[in-house]
């Protein structure tokens, strides 16, 4: 017998229907080569993906992991960046300062070398362990650190707005500020809260 707060099958025989279904985790021996196959815009939905997890889970009152989600997504648009710019080295560092020296480089684009982008670098920068492991290789100084709310997450839209500047979406490639929902999401649209919606596109700079 179910109740609203239970599922209406029972999820232990499920699981052990389910065993034989899923596939085993394989390490990936092809991983240099398919980042050479790997395009900008494949970086870009990525780190779009996560922009919009970072600023919905901010929004909703959990900070360090949406400083973790905003740190992958700004690895991802960086990374991404420098594909666009012709470099196609695979880059391991998560280190978003070091990435952030390599696109330098490449570019003369005056955010990329400005005070404004290397503190939005170092704020979510040592978020990359915190929320993911009791102990940590890197965390923010002294392990301590803090935020203001809601107005952190608008340094992510900062970031996103500069960043598209440089790297526009290409003409009919997917574009999360003209669609409702990121790709990855984008399935699961009828199920999704539309407050989420509202949530992302709120004071957001980017849908100004």
């Known amino acids: 017998m179910s109740?609203?707060?239970?599922?209406?099958y029972d999820v232990a025989d499920y699981l052990k229907k389910a065993?034989?279904?899923?596939?085993?985790?394989e390490k990936n021996t092809l991983a240099r080569q398919d980042h050479i196959k790997a395009t900008p815009e494949d970086y870009a939905a990525v780190g779009d993906y996560l922009y919009f997890t970072a600023r919905t889970v901010f929004l909703q009152s959990h900070g360090v992991i949406a400083f973790f989600l905003a740190q992958q997504a700004i690895e991802n648009y960086l990374k991404g960046l420098l594909k666009h710019l012709g470099n196609?080295?695979?880059i391991?560092?998560?280190?978003?300062?070091?990435?952030?020296?390599?696109?330098?480089?490449m570019t003369k684009e005056p955010f990329f070398h400005s005070d404004e982008c290397l503190a939005i670098i170092?704020?979510?920068?040592?978020?990359?362990?915190?929320?993911?492991y009791p102990v940590h290789f890197t965390r923010p100084y002294n392990a301590s650190y803090g935020y203001i709310y809601p107005d952190t997450i608008y340094f992510l839209d900062h970031f996103v707005?500069?960043?598209?500047?440089?790297?526009p979406t290409p003409p009919g490639k997917w574009n999360l500020f003209k669609e409702e929902l990121p790709f990855e999401m984008a399935m699961f649209k009828?199920?999704?809260?539309?407050?989420?919606?509202?949530?992302?596109?709120?004071?957001?700079?980017?849908?100004?």
Do not use: A, G, W
Not at 19 to 25: A, D, E, K, Q
Not at 92 to 105: A, G, Q, R, Y
Not at 122 to 132: A, E, G, I, V, Y
């Open 92 to 105: 391991s560092d998560h280190n978003l300062e070091e990435i952030l020296k390599k696109v330098k480089k």
């Open 19 to 25: 065993l034989p279904y899923f596939p085993p985790t």
């Open 190 to 208: 009828h199920s999704i809260d539309p407050k989420l919606i509202e949530i992302f596109k709120d004071k957001n700079v980017n849908f100004s």
């Open 88 to 90: 196609n080295k695979m």
């Open 161 to 167: 707005k500069e960043y598209r500047k440089l790297y």
């Open 122 to 132: 170092k704020c979510f920068n040592p978020f990359n362990q915190l929320p993911r």
């Open 3 to 8: 109740n609203n707060n239970t599922p209406s």
